[in-house]
C-alpha cells in the first residue's frame, strides 16, 4: 500500500467539505427545532389571570394585559336586534366573507338573540346547522323565538357554561364569536375546550370592535385590538389565517385548528 502524502490544498478542501457538510446536517437539524417551536403553542401564563379592583365596565380579572369585560344580560337583548345594526356591523357582508356552504356544521358563540344565527343558518341548508351557543338560558329562548319567526330550522340551541361550551367533539367546521370573545371570564379555558369541539382544519373566527381606532363609539372594555386577540390565540393549537377589514367598525380576524 503507498501512503501518498496529502498536499496542503487537498486538506483544506477535505475540511471544508466537512465543515459545509456538517453545518448543513446542524441546519437541518435546527431547522426542525425550530419548525417544531413555531408550531408549539406559547405556554399559558403561570397565575393565568390577575385579579385586582376593576373599571366600571370591566370585572376585575386581567388576561395578559387586558381587564375582562362585564358580559351583556338578556336584559339588553332589544339592543342586539336595533335597526341601526345592519348599517353598522353589515351582517349580509360579514356571512358572505365567511364562504359558508351547504353541510356546514357552525358554532354561533354568545349567540345572543340569534341576530347572526338564523342568517347563517339559511346558509349552510341544506343539511348543514348552526349551534346557537350561550350562557344564558334566557337569550336562548329569545333565540328560539327569533330563529323560528324567520322560519328556519336547522338552529340547534347548546346552553355552555363559562368554562366550555359544551360542543360535540371535533363536530364544528367554523365558530364564529359576534362581539362576544371580550366578555368571556374564562377566556383559556373557554378556548382550550372549544378547540376540541373543532375539526382539524376548522376555522374560528373573531368579530370584534376594532380596539386600535379611539373614535369608533364603544367602550373601551368591549373592543379589542387584533395583537390582542392573536397574543391570546397563541397559546393554543391554533394558527393565525387572516384579518379582514372590510367591515366599517370591526375586524375580522380569523384561525384555524391546527392538525
Ligand atoms: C354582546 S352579546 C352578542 C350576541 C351576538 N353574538 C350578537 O352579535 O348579536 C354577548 C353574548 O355573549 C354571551 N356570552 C358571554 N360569555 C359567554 C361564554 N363564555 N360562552 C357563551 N356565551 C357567552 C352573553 O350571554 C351574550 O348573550
Given at each position: 500500500m503507498?501512503?501518498?502524502?496529502?498536499?496542503?490544498p487537498?486538506f483544506?478542501?477535505r475540511?471544508v467539505?466537512?465543515?459545509?457538510?456538517?453545518l448543513?446536517?446542524?441546519?437541518f437539524?435546527?431547522?426542525?427545532?425550530?419548525?417544531a417551536?413555531?408550531?408549539?403553542?406559547?405556554?399559558a401564563?403561570d397565575?393565568l389571570?390577575?385579579?385586582?379592583?376593576g373599571?366600571?365596565?370591566?370585572?376585575?380579572k386581567?388576561?395578559?394585559?387586558?381587564?375582562?369585560?362585564?358580559?351583556?344580560?338578556?336584559?339588553?337583548?332589544?339592543?342586539?336586534?336595533?335597526?341601526?345594526?345592519?348599517e353598522?356591523?353589515q351582517p349580509?357582508?360579514?356571512?358572505?366573507a365567511l364562504?359558508?356552504?351547504?353541510?356546514?356544521v357552525?358554532?354561533?358563540i354568545?349567540?345572543g338573540?340569534g341576530?347572526?344565527?338564523w342568517?347563517?343558518?339559511?346558509?349552510?341548508a341544506?343539511?348543514g346547522?348552526?349551534?346557537?351557543?350561550d350562557?344564558?338560558?334566557?337569550?336562548?329562548?329569545?333565540?328560539?323565538?327569533?330563529?323560528?319567526?324567520?322560519?328556519?330550522?336547522?338552529?340547534?340551541?347548546v346552553?355552555?357554561?363559562?368554562?366550555?361550551p359544551?360542543?360535540?367533539?371535533?363536530?364544528?367546521?367554523l365558530?364564529?364569536?359576534?362581539?362576544v370573545?371580550?366578555?368571556?371570564?374564562?377566556?383559556?379555558?373557554?378556548?382550550?375546550?372549544l378547540?376540541?369541539?373543532l375539526?382539524?382544519?376548522?376555522?374560528l373566527?373573531f368579530?370584534?370592535?376594532?380596539g386600535?381606532?379611539?373614535?369608533?363609539?364603544?367602550?373601551?372594555?368591549?373592543k379589542m385590538?387584533e395583537?390582542?386577540?392573536r397574543?391570546?390565540?397563541?397559546?393554543h393549537?391554533?394558527?393565525?389565517?387572516e384579518?379582514?377589514?372590510?367591515?366599517?367598525?370591526q375586524h375580522?380576524?380569523v384561525?384555524?385548528?391546527?392538525?
Amino acid at each position: 500500500m503507498i501512503l501518498r502524502p496529502v498536499s496542503a490544498p487537498s486538506f483544506w478542501r477535505r475540511r471544508v467539505v466537512g465543515w459545509l457538510a456538517w453545518l448543513s446536517l446542524a441546519a437541518f437539524g435546527s431547522g426542525h427545532a425550530l419548525g417544531a417551536e413555531a408550531a408549539r403553542p406559547t405556554p399559558a401564563p403561570d397565575p393565568l389571570y390577575e385579579t385586582r379592583p376593576g373599571s366600571f365596565d370591566g370585572i376585575g380579572k386581567w388576561f395578559l394585559g387586558r381587564e375582562i369585560a362585564h358580559f351583556m344580560t338578556h336584559q339588553g337583548a332589544m339592543w342586539l336586534e336595533r335597526p341601526e345594526r345592519e348599517e353598522e356591523e353589515q351582517p349580509a357582508r360579514l356571512i358572505e366573507a365567511l364562504k359558508l356552504k351547504p353541510g356546514d356544521v357552525v358554532a354561533d358563540i354568545g349567540a345572543g338573540s340569534g341576530y347572526l344565527s338564523w342568517r347563517m343558518a339559511k346558509r349552510v341548508a341544506p343539511g348543514g346547522r348552526v349551534y346557537g351557543n350561550d350562557i344564558q338560558p334566557e337569550m336562548l329562548a329569545i333565540l328560539r323565538t327569533n330563529v323560528l319567526a324567520h322560519g328556519v330550522t336547522n338552529v340547534v340551541t347548546v346552553q355552555g357554561t363559562v368554562l366550555d361550551p359544551k360542543l360535540p367533539p371535533s363536530s364544528i367546521d367554523l365558530a364564529i364569536f359576534v362581539d362576544v370573545y371580550h366578555e368571556c371570564d374564562h377566556p383559556y379555558e373557554f378556548i382550550q375546550a372549544l378547540c376540541g369541539a373543532l375539526k382539524p382544519g376548522g376555522r374560528l373566527v373573531f368579530v370584534e370592535y376594532r380596539g386600535e381606532e379611539p373614535w369608533i363609539p364603544i367602550k373601551a372594555l368591549h373592543k379589542m385590538t387584533e395583537a390582542q386577540v392573536r397574543k391570546e390565540m397563541a397559546l393554543h393549537p391554533l394558527e393565525w389565517v387572516e384579518t379582514l377589514h372590510f367591515l366599517p367598525r370591526q375586524h375580522v380576524i380569523v384561525f384555524q385548528r391546527k392538525a
